[in-house]
């Protein structure tokens, strides 16, 4: 009978155990489960995945009049007035499936050597207007660099960068630099401008590169931190508002104005 009693204790207790045990585990999941959760970005901190680089041409070609996009630069051409393409890249990504061979001579700086693009004509023509660099190689350096590490074509990866731009130039951040030619504006204004233009908290995602000009400092181009799925007809506004903030660096600057040197 003793030993009846001591199976059913033993029954019991091991019931007990397996009870603790289910127990433990379930609490262990859920405390798992909430570290996972608390370790996710909280909203407005965000990650970025890509950079989108846009100049402002006449400042850039300021400190480089030599090169063949600046000296055929005039006062009426576009990329006077408007922002122009620079390149759109994944963050510490480049030259993806690139052979050693073709990414040595794009390191060299001679892009015009290196292998035309395989777009549409309309697209090649756009990119001669929006993208000024295009007349150095620049096209094809950031496609070899960037745009194969992203998936889609060359048509694809540029057509987008484009529908960018176009968004950008027909914003309020256009709108600023464009009436404010040969004058300065401060990091504050420009993020005023991308919040109207693009939410708020956008300017937060921005980056402002400048560089010296004898004791002038002028506005070169702006960096723009991105984050979401890429692809034609992307929200720009969204995929800024996803990417993580940044410093600005440059907290004011000269909106050059083309040929004034």
């Not at 155990?17 to 909430?34: D, K, R």
């Not at 909280?42 to 890509?50: A, C, D, F």
């Not at 300017?203 to 692809?231: P, Q």
Request: aromatic letters at 8%; hydrophobic letters at 40%.
């Amino acid at each position: 009978m003793w030993r009846r009693a001591m199976k059913a204790n033993a029954g019991r207790v091991q019931r007990l155990i397996l009870g603790l045990a289910t127990m433990i585990f379930c609490s262990f999941g859920v405390m798992i489960a909430q570290a996972a959760e608390d370790t996710k970005v909280s909203p407005g901190k965000g990650k970025t995945e890509y950079i989108l680089a846009v100049s402002w041409q006449p400042g850039f070609c300021e400190t480089r009049p030599s090169r063949k996009e600046c000296a055929s630069q005039t006062t009426d051409r576009f990329d006077a007035t408007h922002f122009s393409l620079h390149g759109l890249w994944p963050v510490k990504k480049s030259y993806c499936g690139v052979s050693a061979d073709i990414k040595a001579r794009a390191q060299k700086g001679n892009w015009l050597d290196l292998p035309q693009l395989a777009v549409a004509q309309e697209t090649a023509d756009r990119l001669m207007v929006a993208m000024p660099g295009t007349q150095s190689g620049l096209d094809r350096h950031q496609w070899l660099r960037s745009g194969t590490c992203q998936s889609g074509t060359a048509q694809d990866y540029f057509s987008m960068q484009l529908s960018f731009l176009d968004r950008l130039n027909a914003s309020s951040v256009r709108t600023l630099f464009a009436g404010r030619l040969g004058k300065t504006v401060t990091e504050t204004e420009i993020k005023q401008a991308f919040d109207e233009g693009f939410g708020k908290g956008a300017g937060d995602r921005v980056r402002m590169r400048c560089e010296k000009d004898g004791d002038r400092s002028v506005i070169t181009g702006l960096t723009i931190g991105l984050s979401g799925t890429l692809a034609g007809g992307s929200d720009l506004a969204a995929l800024i508002q996803a990417a993580a903030p940044t410093d600005f660096k440059c907290a004011s600057g000269v909106v050059d104005v083309a040929g004034i040197q």
